[in-house]
């Protein structure tokens, strides 16, 4: 048997700590360096209290802190005050609630271990914005006296979707991105949390979305009220 062929066995751990299987896996070992490619699953503009998401094929079994790099852009200096978590085959990356503004992120190659191979090199720069960047929406839903779901929208994306179960006091929308908002307004009738289309097969009607669509402006480090 050539000897470049080496089996790996990887235990899955629900988070109740219980063992799901273990399973073992043989390939070569040319196929395991540097295979696996990282996807983000962010923007580039990261607000307070958001991580850094990535996704890559398999369930990630390990990975070696000295080939991650995190480095502050405008002095480039390494920023060693962050956590990684792990999500069978999501990696999230946490840094520091102080570190802002542009952030550059270096997974050298083979930073990351999967039971499939190692990842490739991969690199970006994201902006770790504060709450000064953004602006607070307060919106008057008083109108409704039964769940809704509002969705704002910047064009046709729906940028927050917020269920609201009791719409008697106004909402405050915080972390809003600057720019130009519309609206709409999902009537939840059946309290499910999703906007319902009907059944024809029960004549149920869709459940009413009420649009709006005078634009509501945020700005960053103001507060709007509509």
Do not use: C
Not at 73 to 87: P, V
Not at 189 to 204: A, P, Q, S, V
């Amino acid at each position: 048997m050539s000897n470049n062929i080496a089996e790996v066995g990887i235990t899955h751990i629900t988070d109740t700590t219980d063992v799901i299987d273990t399973l073992s896996y043989r390939f070569r070992n040319k196929e395991r360096d540097g295979s696996i490619k990282l996807q983000a699953l962010h923007t580039k503009d990261i607000a307070p209290g958001d991580t850094l998401k990535y996704e890559l094929y398999g369930p990630v079994s390990g990975w070696q802190d000295t080939l991650i790099e995190l480095m502050q852009m405008e002095d480039s200096l390494l920023i060693t005050s962050y956590d990684i978590l792990l999500n069978d085959h999501q990696l999230f990356v946490v840094p520091d609630a102080n570190v802002k503004g542009k952030v550059q992120l270096t997974f050298k190659k083979g930073a990351i271990q999967t039971p499939f191979g190692n990842t490739v090199p991969f690199k970006e720069t994201v902006n770790m914005n504060s709450e000064g960047d953004y602006g607070v929406l307060t919106i008057d839903v008083s109108d409704y006296s039964s769940p809704i779901i509002l969705e704002l929208l910047k064009g046709s994306k729906v940028e927050k979707r917020i269920n609201i179960l009791e719409p008697a006091v106004p909402l405050r929308i915080e972390l809003l991105s600057p720019g130009s908002y519309t609206s709409q307004v999902i009537r939840d009738d059946n309290r499910n949390g999703l906007w319902d289309i009907g059944n024809l097969e029960t004549l149920t009607q869709p459940e009413q979305v009420d649009f709006y669509s005078k634009e509501m402006k945020v700005r960053a480090n103001w507060e709007v009220e509509v």
